[in-house]
């Protein structure tokens, strides 16, 4: 089986993430014959117009997916940025001239959209690939039983205290609470400069765990969690939404709330 396609003139290799076709930035650069680093720094210019895992991904070491993947290059500490053909579509309009569009053409035509011509061709799958797909069913049948299986989270009290105002930016923008979140994760890494993969990595190490989420190890350290609820009050006030989160988030009646009888 032939693992590279050539596009003007120069090979790239297939590379697929849960089955579907990616590209690197090092891909898209050669092909367009552009300087190293041509392709990430548009990406990164524009960074908050992608959408993670439709647009690109970031594959780890220790991504469950990783297994999964076909790659024909080793995956850095830091991990791969991988584009779908959306993502690529999307960078690749920096590269505004004839030529690009005639390469973009034929990316989209020979890469991306090879596989599918294939898979509607394939009528007759081998008894490997069938057993393959079978095991991947079991997999995921037992993958959502055990989910079912586990206790759902308890959020601490910073957490839900955060889940509140980032409610009312969610309502304010109309949009679902995983976007508002992943685009405060953006703004959090470029106001202060970090790496919220690096903070996850060493919470996991300290918790002896194999996963968690980003809000967990910021709140587990404790300048990070004053500087994300910092980042977080100062978009309530931008958008002059602390009346309402001040309304919703109030304080429950004590006996040393009521007036003292003369």
Known sequence: MNNLVEINNVAIGIKE????RVVTFKDIDKVHNRPDGTARNAF??????????EDYYLVTRNNPMYVSCTLNENIPPKGITL???????????????DLAWDIQRQLVNAYFKSKEMQQSQSLDLSPIINAIVLMQ????SLKAINQKQIPRKKYSRWQSRIFEKCNLLSEHFDLEIKTIF????????DMYDLDLN?????YKYEMNIDTCFQLDAIEH??????????????????????KQDENKI???????????NE
């Open 182 to 189: 992943h685009n405060l994760y953006v703004e959090f890494e």
């Open 250 to 260: 109030t304080k429950r009646k004590t006996i040393f709330d009521d007036a003292i």
């Open 221 to 242: 350290y404790s300048k990070t969690k004053e500087a994300f609820e910092l980042l977080v009050n100062s978009l309530l006030e931008k958008y002059d939404l602390f």
């Open 198 to 202: 690096t903070y996850m990595e060493n």
């Open 44 to 53: 990164n210019r524009n960074k908050k117009r992608f959408i993670e895992n």
């Open 83 to 97: 584009l779908t053909e959306s993502g690529y579509l999307m960078v690749s309009k920096v590269f505004d001239d």
């Open 137 to 140: 069913n079991d997999l995921q």
């Open 17 to 20: 993430f849960q089955n579907n």
